[in-house]
């Protein structure tokens, strides 16, 4: 993080440096146990699958942002005020197909931690189904 984030963040941030990196460190350890989970329902490494994923921030200019750099990835996203908390904002939507081995699954993860923080979003996790075509 650059001196000029560092003062951008000031005072309206929505994920501070610490949540974040707490956000990061909860987010990859709970992902071996989602896949452990998934081989359980027959999810083997040679399937792929597209992931739904989760995100909040505090204003709709941040969750612009971040749906924009999702769909550049070539993911469906959207964004909309969370129906728990008229504060915040709810980024959701679908990846591409992702090759279900730890390691590509963990490196996403890893880089939707990393986008969400630059557009100062929280990951708030992923899901599937197995019942993809």
Partial sequence: ????DFFKRKGKSFVSEA???TNKVTQVKLTPQT??????LNV?????LKLEFFF???THEKAQALTTDLGN??????NSLSASNSKEYVITGW????LMTDS???EWVNQMCDLGYKHDCEFDGWGTTPEQE
């Fill in 44 to 48: 083997n490494e040679e399937r792929e």
């Fill in 95 to 98: 990846t591409t197909k992702i």
């Fill in 56 to 58: 909040y921030t505090n």
């Fill in 19 to 21: 949540a974040y990196n």
């Fill in 1 to 4: 993080m650059g001196i000029l």
């Fill in 73 to 78: 990835l070539g993911y469906q996203a959207s």
């Fill in 104 to 106: 590509s699954v963990g």
């Fill in 35 to 40: 896949m452990g989970q998934l081989r359980k």
